[in-house]
């Protein structure tokens, strides 16, 4: 038994000779993070909520760090092209990337095959914000609040149409679940992000849209889009003049929410030190302003928050997708 012991032990103090230069190199890469720029991938078109957020961001990083933090678009697959990206760059701590309830909560189970997996290809680093949808119709639109919108949607059914920033997206989800929870029906029309959607809806291409608040709320109150409703249970804090959806169609909740992630195996310290820079830049009152202007409530987390978060919102995400009957090949 005392050989077995000492064995151990001498096994043990071995170990931890091998490993002290390898954990001092880890400490040392991450004192010395970001050496360099960091690129940090949006999965979205310029626009549209994640470039709202993200130049916000990137830009308080950029001054925080001393390094900078640039933006590379790359739209697609309702987020899935760029997400996948992210999944496949080097775990170095110089690859960032922005996730959302598409990416990490919806996708999983919309696709029929994901180019990821939301849980084991990426190291969760902290939310960024959190905010509903905004269901706004274009001008032209005979129809003043959602008793309006969902008399004449089964007056004439299968003849509205509802834009969004592509299949599987939250502003998707969000058009299907009110399909099923109101008994109507419309026609969805992806787009290639938000902004693009938008765009359409004021110009009187499409009837309607559920935007994300940071990027629709302005063009609400500029009047150059009609607001129906928001996606939460209650008002929201930044517009409480807007009837929450659920007002008319009881227990209707869609929420949004963003924030970043690096692909998994980066370095926990660099992980952890960029979460603890992200969680000081959302309780100053610079970003929680900002955020709250765009109709966003800064909201940031830990990465273990962030990662319980995320498997917590896919479960709840789950059933009114089946229930929807939505799915993408």
Do not use: C
Request: charged fraction near 15%; avoid cysteine; proline fraction near 8%.
């Amino acid at each position: 038994m005392i050989v077995r012991m000492r064995r151990r032990a001498l096994l043990q103090a071995g170990a931890g000779f091998l490993l002290g230069p390898v954990l001092a190199r880890a400490r040392d890469t991450a004192a010395n993070w970001p050496a360099k720029p960091v690129r940090l991938i949006l999965p979205f078109t310029p626009g549209g909520s994640t470039d709202f957020q993200g130049r916000l961001i990137a830009e308080w990083l950029s001054r925080h760090f001393g390094q900078q933090f640039f933006i590379d678009y790359k739209p697609g697959a309702g987020s899935n092209l760029g997400v996948a990206e992210l999944a496949r760059s080097a775990p170095d701590g110089y690859t960032l990337g922005w996730i959302t309830v598409a990416s990490h909560a919806i996708n999983p189970t919309l696709y029929v095959k994901m180019p990821f997996d939301h849980v084991r290809d990426f190291a969760p680093v902290s939310m960024t914000g959190i905010f509903p949808n905004l269901l706004v119709v274009n001008n032209q639109l005979p129809v003043k609040n959602i008793p309006e919108l969902i008399a004449l949607a089964k007056k004439e059914p299968g003849k509205l149409t509802f834009a969004s920033s592509g299949q599987g997206t939250s502003l998707h989800l969000s058009g299907e679940m009110f399909k099923v929870m109101s008994g109507t029906e419309m026609v969805h029309v992806p787009y290639k992000g938000g902004g693009p959607a938008l765009q359409d809806v004021m110009g009187g291409q499409v009837d309607m849209t559920f935007g994300n608040m940071p990027t629709v709320l302005a063009q609400a109150r500029g009047g150059k889009v009609r607001a129906l409703g928001v996606t939460s249970l209650e008002r929201w804090f930044t517009a409480p003049e807007i009837p929450a959806i659920a007002e008319t169609v009881p227990g209707f909740l869609a929420m949004s929410w963003h924030g970043v992630a690096f692909p998994a195996a980066t370095p926990p310290a660099i992980v952890e030190k960029l979460s603890a820079a992200i969680q000081r830049a959302m309780a100053t009152p610079e970003m929680q302003e900002k955020y709250a202007k765009g109709g966003s409530k800064a909201t940031a987390m830990t990465p273990q928050q962030f990662t319980s978060f995320i498997k917590e919102d896919t479960e709840r995400w789950a059933p009114a997708i089946k229930a929807s009957g939505a799915k993408v090949e």
